[in-house]
């Protein structure tokens, strides 16, 4: 009479149901990755639209600043946008060289109507006997630490006099913070890396970001931990929470951090200039809560309100608009850098300054900070 079958051992029913595990975990993220690739979510243009390149950040891969490449031995112009540039310098020729990211490029605008471009206009009508070529390198999508390394790697070849950062105060104090924590780092990191190319791993992050950005109802610590949120459960690289922050009377440790790597860039950028001979100033670009006196937030209007009904501490009391500026005022002056501040000429005029329900300025706009500029020329443009 047979006996009975015999028994699977231990280790391998466990090795078993281990492996079929694993095999549903693989073939549920497979068809995760193609649904949402299919069907799309919240955010995932922030994937399809740009990438994270260690020294440039996350800018739109058909940016104009990855096609520019400048071999002075080689080349004899270049071009950036609809701008021709020969690399030779006539002899009695001043350059201006415009760095900054939309606000300076002047998004949604043309070119043409950018502040720098206005200003060239300007001086060439003020100053006919002057040979001033003033170039708008303004890149979409940049934080000060990638125009830091743009100057650094490509347009210094352009010979500037003169380089001028316009500071784009809605977000560029706060997205510094997503790049590195000092200019000279190169690493991307495995996790944004794979964020980039796959969908579903860039939706669990958002998810994982937007459960840790505010606080849980049912107790006052944060429900995560995670490093670019605040102590107020504001993260640093949402466009209005992260404007929000940078105007608390009281600053939270990680706003602390981003005006002290904002204040290290622009040290960087006075060392360049001494080590290529061109001299350095920055131009404020005032946000829209500044110039009005209340806080206006075209993207997320509502952030504070959510950020408090979540339990956050912020209140409207405890924001003040003119913090940004003031700081950035007492930091350039402490490093010696001529600050150009357009927000009182800009308050006379309003809202009309700037695009209708957006940050950027409007070609008025643009025409006021070019009018600043000019207004102010001997305290930044070099003379004979």
Known sequence: MPGPPPTTSWPRRVLTRASLLLVGLVLGALIG???????????????RGSLFDSPYGRVLPENWIYRLQ???????????R??????????????VLFVGDSGTAGLYLDIEHSFPMQLAERLD????GHDYRVINGGATGMTNVGELNLLRDKLRHLDPDVVVLGLF??????????????PEARGTGWLARLSASSALVHFLQLSLLDR??????????????????DRDGVHMLNDSAGEIATYVREPSE????????LRSVLADFVALGKEHDFSFAVLLIPTRSAVTGRLELTYQPAMLTDLMKHGSP?????????????RVLAMCADLGIPCIDPTERMQRIGEDVFLPDDEHTSIRGHGVLAEELLKNRDAWLPSD
């Open 212 to 229: 840790s950005t505010l606080r849980g109802p049912w107790n006052d610590s944060p429900r995560v931990a995670l490093p670019l949120i």
């Open 254 to 261: 990680l706003t602390e951090r981003a005006f002290g790597l």
């Open 33 to 47: 990755e193609v649904l949402l690739r299919v069907v799309g979510y919240d955010g995932d243009h922030g994937r």
């Open 125 to 128: 009508r003020t100053e006919p």
């Open 70 to 80: 400048i071999d002075p031995e080689v080349d004899r112009e270049v071009q950036i």
């Open 169 to 182: 105060l809605a977000n560029d104090i706060n997205f510094n913070l997503g790049h590195q924590e000092r």
């Open 82 to 95: 609809s701008q021709t540039i020969p690399l030779e310098k006539a002899p009695e020729e001043t350059r």
């Open 314 to 326: 912020l209140r409207r009391e405890d924001l003040d608009f003119s913090l940004p500026t003031q």
